[in-house]
């Protein structure tokens, strides 16, 4: 887990992507990634980590340079890159486990008796009836 002080650096970092003065280093580092510079994109990844941690993200504010970075170049704000995502499907297979051991189960009771014993108790006692009925026509 990483460290308050790294948290703080990281976040520090993002208000300095924002800050206009920076603009032509914020380019540069851009350029760098695209390039496939792997130290720039060791560095933005680290970055852009704790960018939904920002208040920048919290705000929702699209407009300045992190969001373009983060958001858009290194899509760090998709939903399926959200811990609230991991947990949905975790719960979702996990309820998927269980309806399929609720059906398995039932399944296995159904075959223990037999696929419905009772229903054919009930055809022989009407077939005994028909005869029945047949031998005094």
């Known amino acids: 887990m990483a460290s308050l002080l790294e948290k703080v650096v990281m976040l520090a970092a993002i208000q300095e992507m924002d800050n206009p003065q920076n603009k032509g280093e914020t380019d540069y580092a851009v350029k760098q990634f695209k390039d496939g510079n792997q130290t720039m994109i060791d560095t933005i990844h680290k970055i852009c980590s704790y960018y939904p941690q920002s208040e920048a993200y919290k705000n929702g504010t699209t407009t ?74």
Request: negative net charge; aromatic residues 10%.
């Open 64 to 137: 300045l340079t992190s969001y373009k970075i983060c958001c858009e170049l290194v899509d760090y704000c998709s939903f399926y890159k959200q811990t609230w995502f991991y947990i949905a499907c975790g719960g979702a297979g996990l309820l998927i486990i269980i309806i399929v051991g609720v059906i398995i189960s039932c399944c296995c009771c159904c075959k223990g008796r037999r696929g419905g014993g009772k229903d054919l108790e009930i055809s022989e006692s009407s077939e005994e009836s028909t005869k029945d009925e047949q031998e005094t026509d």
